[in-house]
Structure formats: structure tokens, C-alpha cells
């Protein structure tokens, strides 16, 4: 395939799939397996005609006529046509109808995310469905970030969509008594997704580049909705305080900078201004939550850039407060951190050594801490087979050539 080609379907898949999936599932009674099934078939359509005829003039139109053709023939193969079959049809006649008269679709994004929230919907099933249907995360990555095997989140997601489908769950914005109970997973795909751009910076996978001005755009979105949420406010607070940094994050030739040797002067003070009034506005309402209290160790890093030097005893204190709220492993561990810059590595690996084997086995950030702080006790051999395994879990070409550096330069 070439490369023109290439580039424009995975550029429609990144900008066009989800939004296309949530206009047509929203208007086809949340039948979401069948409508993703449909859109799926049109891309490897796509795949296969695009590079002999061309890339369409209007490619989200053809994608449209192709998964309309796809489930028309579905009718036939089978003998059979379903309410819900024909909704969809009629959707993505709408939809292509809008396309084509270059109207931009309703970003029907939001409402999906809440659909997902749904209580019919299996608790440990609704952040990850958000994840892979609104926001296009494959289930291998969603499976790492929830520290899952994919197979078992495969049958999850398949599980939750036929929930969907069965109990005719209403494709609609829900009542606000409602929103309590869903706006948390919705926060945690949003934060999730945000991850998955940040985390593939520089790496050789695509389509996922966008993911963090995606995660952003969602959060504000959200934010117009709830505007007197304040983990609404803190979650958004806390993406600009990390995307502030995106200009630090990598050398000129693409080499990996961690926070701690990041240049102050190329953090967006824009951004870390937006940042911190952000956070301002969420603790005035007095309920603090996991997204405000990390968005506040965040703007302490941030507070570097001013001050010339890292506030630890306050990281610290932050993250005593933040397990009691969200006691996950990422949050451990920044604790373990946290303590080894106060009162030294031996305390620091100390609390790393309190988290269950099980759960850090494969868990690349978790090596590296462990890796470091082994290192400042002069454990060289422990230390280099820490960040061993640290590098084999690594997928950043850039982050794995910077953990052979340290572990070099341990052995020197």
C-alpha cells in the first residue's frame, strides 16, 4: 500500500471512526455491536480498494455506502430484517446524507461515553467499553491499562455490547440524578485515553497520536455539561498540566527526557496557567477527589519552573491523600518515589516492596522506579536486572534507549 493511501485511511480512522459510530448508534437504538460492525467492515474495505481506485473525494461518505452495502447483504445472507437492522440503514443514510452536503456530524461522542455508564452494564465492563467504542483503544491496550489479559477483556467488551443491545438501553443524555454513578467511568476513560496518546509519544504504533488534544477536547466538552463538577474541573486541570509539558518531553532528536531533567522554559505556561485556574475553581467547591488531588501534585512539579526546585514534602503529603481516595498502582509508586526523595532510597524501596508481586510483575513504570532507587543504594546487580526487565516491557524506541543509557551507566 502506499503511503498516501496509508496515511488517509488511518487518518480517517483516528478522526472520523468514533464520531461516525456514535452519530449512526445513536440513531439506530444503541444496536452499537451491529453499527461497529458495520463501520468495521467498511474500513477493510477501504484496506482492500482504496490503493487500486484511489482515495475517495468524500472518504467518510464511502465508508458510510460501504458498511450501509455490508449490512444490507447481511439482511439477504440471513433472509431476515430487524428493526434494528433497518435503523441503522436509515442512520447511516442520514449521516452519509449530512457528509455529502458538507455538514459537519453532531459529535454524538459524550452521549455514547454515558450509554456505557449504564447500570445494566457489568460495573468492571464500563470504562473499557468506552474506551474501545468512543475512543478507539484496541482491547490489547485497554487489557494493559486495566492490567487484564486481552482475551479476557475481549469477552468482556463482546459481553457489554450484547447487554446493550438486549436490554434496549435508551441512547440518550441521562437524567441528572443519574449522573453520579456514571460520570466517574467517564472521567476514567477520558483520563485513560489520554494516557494512551501520552504514553505513545514517539513510538513506531499510529493512530493514537491525536488521543491527548482528543482526551482534552472531551474534557472540555464534559466540562460544559457538569460545569459545577469539580473532578470534571480537576481532570482537565490535570491533562494541561501534563500536556504543558509535550514540548520538554523529547530532545530535538527525539531522545526521551523524564520530568526531572525536563527544561522548565519549554513547558507551556498558557496551558499551566489554564491549569492552575482550573484547579483553583475545583477546590473552592470543597470535595476533593482523586483528579484534583493529582492534579495538585502536578502543579507542584509545574511550581518548578519558578521556584528552580521540586517541592517533595508536599508531593509527598499529596499522595498520603490520594491513596486514600485512589489507592491504584501508579499512585504507589509515585509514593514510593516521593518517600526516597525525603528520607532516602531504602525507605522509598521499602514502600515499592509493599505492592503485591502479582501486580507489578509486568508493570513497566513499577521496574523503572525499581530499577532507579536500587541503583541510588549502589545495588548494582539488582539494579541492572530491574531495569532489564524494565526495557524488555518498554515499547518506546526512544524510553528504552535512555534505560540502556542509565543501566550503562550503572555498569560504568
Known amino acids: 500500500m502506499n503511503a498516501p493511501v496509508h496515511d488517509a485511511i488511518v487518518a480517517c480512522a483516528r478522526d472520523s471512526y468514533s464520531q461516525l459510530l456514535s452519530f449512526v448508534a445513536s440513531r439506530a437504538g444503541g444496536d452499537l455491536a451491529s453499527a461497529e460492525d458495520a463501520l468495521g ?11 487500486v481506485e484511489g482515495v475517495p473525494s468524500r472518504p467518510e461518505a464511502w465508508l458510510l455506502t460501504a458498511a450501509r452495502r455490508r449490512l444490507i447483504d447481511l439482511q439477504r445472507r440471513e433472509a431476515t430484517r430487524t428493526r434494528s437492522t433497518e435503523m441503522l440503514i436509515q442512520a447511516m443514510d442520514l449521516a452519509q446524507e449530512n457528509v455529502e452536503e458538507g455538514h459537519t456530524l453532531p459529535d454524538e461522542r459524550l452521549k455514547l461515553l454515558l450509554i456505557c455508564g449504564h447500570p445494566a452494564i457489568d460495573v468492571a465492563a464500563r470504562t473499557p467499553l468506552m474506551l474501545q467504542t468512543v475512543l478507539g483503544l484496541n482491547a490489547e491496550r485497554i487489557a494493559s491499562a486495566f492490567l487484564v489479559a486481552p482475551a479476557s477483556m475481549s469477552q468482556r467488551l463482546v459481553r457489554s455490547k450484547a447487554k446493550i443491545r438486549a436490554a434496549r438501553i435508551p441512547f440518550q443524555i441521562p437524567s441528572p440524578e443519574d449522573w453520579p454513578e456514571r460520570l466517574a467511568y467517564v472521567l476514567d476513560a477520558i483520563y485513560v485515553a489520554f494516557n494512551a496518546g501520552y504514553g505513545t509519544l514517539g513510538t513506531d504504533e499510529t493512530g493514537n497520536e491525536g488521543f491527548e488534544e482528543e ?31 509535550k514540548a520538554a518531553r523529547r530532545t530535538p532528536d527525539g531522545g526521551f527526557v523524564p520530568l526531572n531533567r525536563q527544561d522548565p522554559g519549554l513547558w507551556s505556561q498558557a496551558w499551566i496557567h489554564e491549569a492552575e485556574n482550573l484547579l483553583r475553581q475545583a477546590s473552592a467547591f470543597g470535595r476533593p477527589g482523586r483528579f484534583q488531588i493529582e492534579a495538585a501534585i502536578q502543579s507542584v512539579h509545574a511550581h518548578r519552573a519558578v521556584s528552580g526546585r521540586t517541592n517533595w514534602f508536599m508531593i509527598e503529603g499529596f499522595y498520603r491523600i490520594l491513596r486514600l481516595y485512589s489507592n491504584t498502582l501508579g499512585a ?45 543504594t549502589r545495588n548494582s546487580d539488582a539494579s541492572r536486572k530491574a531495569y532489564q526487565r524494565a526495557i524488555g516491557l518498554t515499547e518506546d524506541p526512544a524510553v528504552r534507549s535512555f534505560l540502556l543509557n542509565e543501566m550503562a551507566s550503572e555498569d560504568g
Open 215 to 245: 482526551a482534552i477536547y472531551l474534557a472540555r466538552m464534559l466540562l460544559r455539561m457538569v460545569p459545577n463538577e469539580p473532578e470534571a474541573l480537576g481532570l482537565l486541570s490535570l491533562m494541561l498540566f501534563v500536556h504543558s509539558r
Open 332 to 376: 504507589r509508586i509515585g509514593h514510593a518515589l516521593a518517600i526516597a526523595q525525603i528520607r532516602g532510597p531504602a525507605d522509598g524501596l521499602a514502600e515499592l516492596d509493599t505492592i503485591p508481586g502479582e501486580l507489578a510483575s509486568d508493570h513497566q513504570p513499577y521496574w523503572v522506579a525499581r530499577g532507579h532507587l536500587l541503583r541510588r
Open 41 to 51: 467492515e467498511a474500513f477493510l474495505a477501504a484496506l482492500q480498494t482504496w490503493p
